[in-house]
């Protein structure tokens, strides 16, 4: 038996909390056309958008693998098959496995994409992070894949993904994935790769709001915020306009107290940004 982290418990019982006709229904009606790549259809057992939604109950609850969706799927049997209206054994490995390696990815993303424009606009009053990562044993061809995120930090879904093209910077995947979902109104995160004035122009342009980490890779802006931040905190903050929000917490045996300061003034910026 594979080792690997075991699925949260309270993840597990939350697929019962939620409006599950209404989930039930968006993904039926997103995958009702939606093309099926399976052999031998006489002996198919499971809809298309059956396989469909274990697979996404699965990835919600965690899973980041087909053997993990394939044992949720065994852990779930009973509420699964309650969902078919007849009794069935959950869906296998190789049920699983047929369903997503014989479908095109574009496909899949394509229905995946037309399924999320459904998503309650609650995600909206979330911080949405964009973040890069490198995909473990995804090398191909000695290429290393990396993939670009748009993630509810609150809900932990994923709301959008892009390889980012060989030669090319994450950056080149924003305009992509601000297409697939709509953000407007939404906070959108980004580390330094994105601190740039068409990344910004761009989640702008989707009427989103950014914020962004200004490191050492802008060495003239990231000296000027710097130095005004030094000059501010010598004087006290005294006639400097900001406002300031400050939690404390005790535990461990230490207080730690988080401090943070923000200014709605960039005149002193504008020549360096």
Known sequence: MSRRKP????????????????????VKGAFADFPDYRRNQK?????????????????????????EIAEYAHLQAEWFSSLLGQSVSAPSHG??????????????????QQWFSKVPDSLRDQLLAIDG????????????????????????VCLAAEKVPDKTVEKSTLP???????????????????????????????????????KENQPTLYAEMENFFDQAHAVEWEEVPHSVHQEVEKGHGRIDIREIRVVDD????RSSS
């Open 7 to 26: 699925i949260d418990a309270k993840i597990l019982e939350a697929s019962k909390e939620f409006d599950v006709p209404l989930f039930i229904e968006t």
């Open 43 to 67: 002996r198919v057992v499971y809809p298309i958008w059956y396989l469909a939604l274990v697979v996404l109950c699965g990835f919600f609850c965690g899973c980041n693998t087909i053997e």
């Open 95 to 112: 049920s699983l496995w047929w369903f997503l390696v014989k479908t095109p990815p574009d496909a899949l993303k394509r229905y995946l």
């Open 133 to 156: 990562k490198r995909l473990k044993g995804a090398n191909f061809l000695g290429h290393i894949t990396h993939v670009v995120e748009l993630f509810a930090g609150d809900d932990r």
């Open 176 to 214: 992509i994935i601000l297409e697939q979902v709509d953000v407007e109104g939404a906070i959108i995160s980004g580390d330094a790769h994105f601190t740039v004035p068409d990344a910004a122009t761009q989640i702008v342009d989707a009427k989103a709001d950014y914020l962004l980490a200004v």
């Open 266 to 269: 960039l005149l002193t910026l």
